[in-house]
């Protein structure tokens, strides 16, 4: 039997970073597992069942952006090289200075991207963006139309654009919807904080813009198993190959109402849209109501978390990003993907179940109030 590959994560203690870790771990798919972060491991939050696949001896505290770290990322013993790279680095904050991209995503990509095509690695696996598109509420294929409408999704763009052009790069690019699951601490983790702050002041939850806006969405047990079904697909692939891109997103062609129909199930709260005339008026003024919603929300939540004796920082806010409240669809038809490669999802759509399972994890860490 042929030795199972051995695999490098980038950002390996990153969300989607430590998910793989575990997936691989668990499921013993890989002969040498070794994780990359700039942070530490006590530092990152990580949930009890995470300890032991991420734990110290895989782990190398490195800034892989840096030429200089590059011998300490990827020199393995014996001279050997390294099957898989999943780059799942880079700043994965919205609203940062275009600055903050180039260099943490953009430079990021392109230090681990050259250097994966020198060492020959048979499959360097760039995690991308869904908003890269131009924004529709008609689902994006992989052919269409490229706008990027957030300061992440441009240098996105321009890394896999950039790394397309390494020669001996074998390139996959997984361009993703909002990815949630337990312990998630971005898109989706926003919509709980505050509708818990709105249960809390028996207020009604009201969204901006219309019901049917697209904010698809993708489980992160279906992103971990992608992204090695990608790798060991491509590694299949005859070389030298094209650089294969994919959108990765369930089948539930997630939108706002739906969004709000779950949290009206979950927390028992009244949700709503706000007309078009206050949408039109925010759309001038997103400033102003984004100020007004944090306003109304970051109080009560740091009380509701006084009161329930949670001391120490958590992950979870309410605080609502500009950049997440843009009325632009995320919308991506991800038929390819499955059609080429033969991958099936696990976990159809968003439902009442997956969001209650996010909360519970949360109230594990005890992260919530």
Not at 155 to 184: C, F, Q, S
Request: charged letters at 30%.
């Amino acid at each position: 039997m042929a030795e199972k590959p051995s695999v490098l994560i980038i950002g390996g203690l990153g969300y989607t970073g430590r998910n793989l870790t575990k997936y691989l771990h668990d499921n013993s798919l890989a002969s040498e597992i070794r994780i990359v972060d700039k942070h530490l491991p006590e530092l990152a939050w990580l949930a009890p069942e995470f300890k032991e696949a991420c734990s110290r001896e895989r782990f190398v505290q490195a800034d892989a952006a840096q030429e200089r770290s590059l011998p300490r990322v990827f020199d393995r013993e014996g001279d050997k090289e390294f099957d898989y790279v999943f780059n799942c680095g880079g700043e994965t904050r919205v609203s940062q200075e275009e600055k903050v991209y180039e260099l943490r995503s953009y430079g990021l990509s392109m230090t681990v991207g050259r250097e994966a095509a020198k060492r020959k690695v048979k499959c360097f696996v760039e995690l991308s963006t869904g908003m890269v598109y131009k924004p529709d509420s008609t689902p994006r294929k992989e052919t269409d139309k490229l706008k990027p409408w957030s300061n992440l999704a441009k240098w996105k763009l321009k890394a896999e654009d950039d790394l397309a052009n390494i020669e001996g790069l074998n390139l996959v690019i997984m361009r993703m919807a909002h990815v949630y699951g337990p312990y998630t601490s971005k898109f989706l983790s926003t919509a709980l904080c505050m509708a818990r702050v709105y249960a809390h002041k028996k207020k009604e939850m009201r969204w901006l813009w219309k019901e049917d806006l697209r904010t698809n969405t993708v489980h992160i047990d279906d992103v971990v198993r992608a992204l090695w079904h990608v790798a060991e697909w491509s590694a299949k692939q005859p070389s030298p190959r094209k650089p294969a891109i994919y959108n990765i997103v369930d089948h539930g062609n997630t939108s706002q109402g739906q969004t709000a129909k779950l949290m009206h199930e979950v927390f028992n709260i009244e949700t709503g849209f706000h007309g078009t005339l206050i949408s039109a008026f925010a759309r001038l003024n997103m400033d102003h109501v984004v100020d007004e919603v944090n306003d109304e929300t970051l109080d009560p939540w740091a009380e509701l978390q006084q009161a329930a004796g949670i001391c120490q920082s958590t992950p979870l806010s309410p605080f609502m990003e500009k950049e997440l409240l843009r009325d632009a669809d995320l919308s991506l038809d991800g038929s390819a993907f499955e059609t080429e490669t033969g991958f099936t999802y696990k976990h159809e759509k968003l439902t009442k179940e997956g969001v209650e399972e996010v909360v519970e994890s949360y109230k594990r860490m005890n992260w919530w109030p």
